[in-house]
């Protein structure tokens, strides 16, 4: 282990309840020593380091004054949580972060009493924060709750939903807003804007201060002049923050790293009567940390990495990630085609759509988080004759469901989803994993869902959703990289409904979407050496189904099995729902489906994720081997 930073006070730190023996003195080298631990043990693990650097004072603060665990802490999508999980127990264990069996990268209930509400998708830390203090109130039981969300974060709706909804919760509710002016790329829209507003204004916001401090000093009866004088002051202050007016109590903007502000206006806050109260504290991302600082995403999510040089260990140059594939080929047919825009929740590298942002400027969007408002947009976009392509990853395109249905599908509107990080996605475990997207769109009338099998497919498959026109058409692919097949130098446009035939065989068919296709070829290699024939199909398209295809096969072969990367109710269960319609079982098909198990998976490394979840050659060898063997006799006695 290299050796380690020294943390005197830190080592005496095991949980907030040390922290508090602490004199305020000494909480500047606490937070220096965690701040160097975070750095070490990030520099071991990879993993999103620069949200968690800015937060290492407030951490320290909110911990120190407020008394947690009875105080519930909520963090917003919890990416930023790794002092917190130090200074909580759970040092011993931060070196396991995003591993299998190791600690999650997010907070999590079963991990920790101070873990109150798992986190990971953004901007829900004000609703729940609302939850626990609502339900304090009515029981009557001490505490607050303290939620402390991201200027990113903030930029969705649901946290406007909760403000607009917390006046009932009083001083039981603190919300800390830590406007570090970074989403995981710079900030969007009019609130980023309003925010720097609101900090840069600073001297107003200085002579509210002074009179709220006079007020607090003077005896009640001129309280109310203060107040009057207040009003004044913060119409000054471009009529007072949205905060106020959406009925808190704006405190701010503190400096997040002083914690001789931090730790007085928390106390002030946590002792106030008024309520509910917003506190701005304007931090850095990447904080103290050079590397960090100075590079324009902050750090925000890396591998391990050198602690001396900050140079993050490289992966050996190998195929193309699955996500520049998709933003090289959309910025491709973009040169020749004004009607494709693309459009972004805030995801810009993520999804590749960085490149096509690069080339076509003005038909690039980056809406925030806020994939609720991507997809209407893109349905707009639609209607009035454009060709949008909403990319969104698919476990973020669940907060945007309704929109799919309700403005998309129903109206039939022609817009293109380009859904990354499909399937099982390693280290950020089970709240990014893109199990559903099958499940949630082939359901659904007028829907067209793809699943590429290599990059090669994806570059055909982005083609085909330029041209369809006729309604709206998805297209999903893995986190990480390609195969390894060499890109096609002219796109096809796939035939919809239309899969392709990989490997002709006679016993046995494996009918594969998406990225299986290559465990689906080992599994082919094993079952051939056993002496069994076995054909192997890329059906293409979860939606429609190549009927005509899958009818050959399941009536040619012994056993047919599915196999896709997403959970009940995707490929599997449409081409049992074909089988069972057209009779095709009752000949005595033995026909079996193999998805995800139905179970949330912790993070590992993507490959044990799916050993785990029994979608590997091994396990399509079993699945067929067992058919084989099953006696349906045997199933003919148990009816008997
Ligand atoms: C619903 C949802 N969409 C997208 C993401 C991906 N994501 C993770 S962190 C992040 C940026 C958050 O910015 P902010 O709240 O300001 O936190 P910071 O990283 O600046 O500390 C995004 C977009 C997510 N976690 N949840
Ligand atoms: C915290 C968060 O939600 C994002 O940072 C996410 O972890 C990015 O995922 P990828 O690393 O797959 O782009
Ligand atoms: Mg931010």
Same mark, same amino acid.
């Given at each position: 282990?290299?050796?380690?930073?020294?943390?005197?006070?830190?080592?005496?730190?095991?949980?907030?309840?040390?922290?508090?023996?602490?004199?305020?003195?000494?909480?500047?080298?606490?937070?220096?020593?965690?701040?160097?631990?975070?750095?070490?043990?990030?520099?071991?693990?990879?993993?999103?380091?620069?949200?968690?650097?800015?937060?290492?004072?407030?951490?320290?603060?909110?911990?120190?004054?407020?008394?947690?665990?009875?105080?519930?802490?909520?963090?917003?999508?919890?990416?930023?949580?790794?002092?917190?999980?130090?200074?909580?127990?759970?040092?011993?264990?931060?070196?396991?972060?995003?591993?299998?069996?190791?600690?999650?990268?997010?907070?999590?209930?079963?991990?920790?009493?101070?873990?109150?509400?798992?986190?990971?998708?953004?901007?829900?830390?004000?609703?729940?924060?609302?939850?626990?203090?609502?339900?304090?109130?009515?029981?009557?039981?001490?505490?607050?709750?303290?939620?402390?969300?991201?200027?990113?974060?903030?930029?969705?709706?649901?946290?406007?939903?909760?403000?607009?909804?917390?006046?009932?919760?009083?001083?039981?509710?603190?919300?800390?807003?830590?406007?570090?002016?970074?989403?995981?790329?710079?900030?969007?829209?009019?609130?980023?804007?309003?925010?720097?507003?609101?900090?840069?204004?600073?001297?107003?916001?200085?002579?509210?201060?002074?009179?709220?401090?006079?007020?607090?000093?003077?005896?009640?009866?001129?309280?109310?002049?203060?107040?009057?004088?207040?009003?004044?002051?913060?119409?000054?202050?471009?009529?007072?923050?949205?905060?106020?007016?959406?009925?808190?109590?704006?405190?701010?903007?503190?400096?997040?790293?002083?914690?001789?502000?931090?730790?007085?206006?928390?106390?002030?806050?946590?002792?106030?009567?008024?309520?509910?109260?917003?506190?701005?504290?304007?931090?850095?991302?990447?904080?103290?940390?050079?590397?960090?600082?100075?590079?324009?995403?902050?750090?925000?999510?890396?591998?391990?990495?050198?602690?001396?040089?900050?140079?993050?260990?490289?992966?050996?140059?190998?195929?193309?990630?699955?996500?520049?594939?998709?933003?090289?080929?959309?910025?491709?047919?973009?040169?020749?085609?004004?009607?494709?825009?693309?459009?972004?929740?805030?995801?810009?590298?993520?999804?590749?759509?960085?490149?096509?942002?690069?080339?076509?400027?003005?038909?690039?969007?980056?809406?925030?988080?806020?994939?609720?408002?991507?997809?209407?947009?893109?349905?707009?976009?639609?209607?009035?004759?454009?060709?949008?392509?909403?990319?969104?990853?698919?476990?973020?395109?669940?907060?945007?469901?309704?929109? /799919?249905?309700?403005?998309?599908?129903?109206? $039939?509107?022609? +817009?293109?989803? !380009?859904? &990354?990080? %499909?399937? @099982? =996605?390693?280290?950020?475990?089970?709240?990014?994993?893109?199990?559903?997207? /099958?499940?949630?769109?082939?359901?659904?009338? $007028?829907?067209? +869902?793809?699943? !590429?099998? &290599?990059? %090669?497919? @994806? =570059?055909?498959?982005?083609?085909?959703?330029?041209?369809?026109?006729?309604?709206?058409?998805?297209?999903?692919?893995?986190?990480?990289?390609? +195969?390894?097949?060499?890109?096609?130098?002219?796109?096809?446009?796939?035939?919809?409904?239309?899969?392709?035939?990989?490997?002709?065989?006679?016993?046995?068919?494996?009918?594969?979407?998406?990225?299986?296709?290559?465990?689906?070829?080992?599994?082919?290699?094993?079952?051939?050496?056993?002496?069994?024939?076995?054909?192997?199909?890329?059906?293409?398209?979860?939606?429609?189904?190549?009927?005509?295809?899958?009818?050959?096969?399941?009536?040619?072969?012994?056993?047919?099995?599915?196999?896709?990367?997403?959970?009940?109710?995707?490929?599997?269960?449409?081409?049992?729902?074909?089988?069972?319609?057209?009779?095709?079982?009752?000949?005595?098909?033995?026909?079996?489906?193999?998805?995800?198990?139905?179970?949330?998976?912790?993070?590992?490394?993507?490959?044990?994720?799916?050993?785990?979840?029994?979608?590997?050659?091994?396990?399509?060898?079993?699945?067929?081997?067992?058919?084989?063997?099953?006696?349906?006799?045997?199933?003919?006695?148990?009816?008997?």
């Amino acid at each position: 282990m290299a050796d380690l930073p020294a943390t005197p006070l830190l080592d005496a730190v095991r949980t907030p309840d040390d922290l508090r023996k602490l004199k305020p003195e000494q909480l500047r080298q606490l937070a220096d020593e965690l701040r160097a631990e975070v750095i070490s043990a990030v520099g071991v693990t990879g993993g999103h380091l620069g949200s968690g650097l800015g937060v290492v004072e407030l951490t320290t603060a909110i911990h120190y004054v407020f008394d947690t665990p009875t105080d519930r802490l909520v963090w917003d999508v919890g990416h930023q949580c790794y002092p917190h999980k130090i200074l909580t127990g759970r040092r011993d264990r931060i070196r396991t972060l995003r591993q299998g069996g190791g600690l999650s990268g997010f907070t999590k209930r079963s991990e920790s009493e101070y873990d109150p509400f798992g986190a990971a998708h953004s901007s829900t830390s004000i609703s729940a924060a609302l939850g626990f203090a609502i339900a304090n109130k009515l029981a009557g039981k001490p505490g607050k709750a303290i939620a402390v969300i991201g200027d990113g974060a903030m930029s969705a709706g649901m946290a406007y939903e909760a403000m607009n909804n917390a006046e009932a919760a009083g001083n039981r509710l603190v919300v800390i807003l830590n406007d570090n002016d970074m989403s995981i790329a710079p900030p969007v829209g009019g609130l980023s804007a309003y925010l720097s507003r609101i900090v840069s204004s600073r001297e107003f916001l200085g002579l509210r201060e002074i009179l709220k401090k006079i007020a607090r000093k003077l005896p009640r009866p001129f309280h109310e002049a203060a107040r009057k004088t207040d009003e004044y002051a913060r119409g000054m202050t471009m009529g007072g923050t949205l905060f106020e007016e959406l009925g808190f109590y704006y405190v701010g903007p503190i400096d997040g790293h002083n914690l001789d502000h931090l730790i007085p206006v928390l106390e002030n806050v946590r002792d106030a009567e008024e309520g509910p109260i917003l506190i701005h504290v304007v931090t850095k991302k990447g904080k103290g940390y050079a590397p960090a600082e100075a590079s324009a995403d902050k750090y925000h999510g890396v591998q391990k990495f050198d602690v001396i040089t900050g140079a993050q260990s490289k992966s050996p140059p190998g195929p193309p990630q699955y996500q520049n594939v998709f933003g090289e080929a959309l910025a491709r047919e973009a040169a020749t085609d004004p009607r494709i825009c693309a459009i972004t929740a805030a995801m810009p590298s993520g999804t590749g759509l960085d490149k096509f942002a690069a080339a076509h400027p003005d038909r690039f969007f980056d809406v925030g988080i806020a994939e609720q408002h991507a997809v209407t947009f893109a349905a707009g976009l639609a209607a009035q004759g454009m060709r949008p392509f909403c990319a969104i990853y698919s476990t973020f395109l669940q907060r945007a469901y309704d929109q /799919v249905v309700h403005d998309v599908a129903i109206q $039939n509107l022609p +817009v293109r989803f !380009a859904i &990354d990080r %499909a399937g @099982l =996605v390693g280290a950020d475990g089970a709240t990014h994993a893109g199990s559903f997207d /099958v499940t949630y769109l082939a359901t659904l009338p $007028n829907m067209v +869902v793809m699943a !590429a099998a &290599d990059e %090669a497919e @994806l =570059v055909h498959m982005v083609h085909t959703c330029v041209l369809h026109d006729s309604g709206p058409i998805a297209v999903r692919y893995p986190r990480g990289n390609g +195969v390894g097949v060499e890109l096609p130098a002219v796109p096809e446009r796939l035939e919809i409904g239309k899969g392709r035939m990989v490997r002709e065989g006679k016993t046995v068919a494996i009918l594969s979407l998406g990225t299986r296709l290559a465990e689906a070829l080992r599994a082919a290699d094993q079952l051939e050496a056993k002496g069994l024939s076995t054909s192997v199909a890329d059906l293409r398209f979860a939606k429609p189904l190549d009927e005509a295809l899958i009818r050959r096969l399941l009536t040619t072969h012994e056993v047919a099995v599915t196999i896709e990367e997403g959970a009940i109710g995707g490929l599997g269960a449409h081409v049992l729902t074909m089988a069972s319609d057209e009779g095709l079982i009752d000949a005595g098909l033995k026909l079996r489906t193999m998805r995800l198990p139905d179970l949330f998976q912790d993070q590992d490394k993507p490959e044990l994720q799916y050993k785990e979840a029994g979608l590997d050659a091994d396990a399509i060898v079993e699945a067929v081997l067992k058919a084989l063997r099953h006696n349906s006799a045997a199933v003919a006695g148990a009816r008997a």
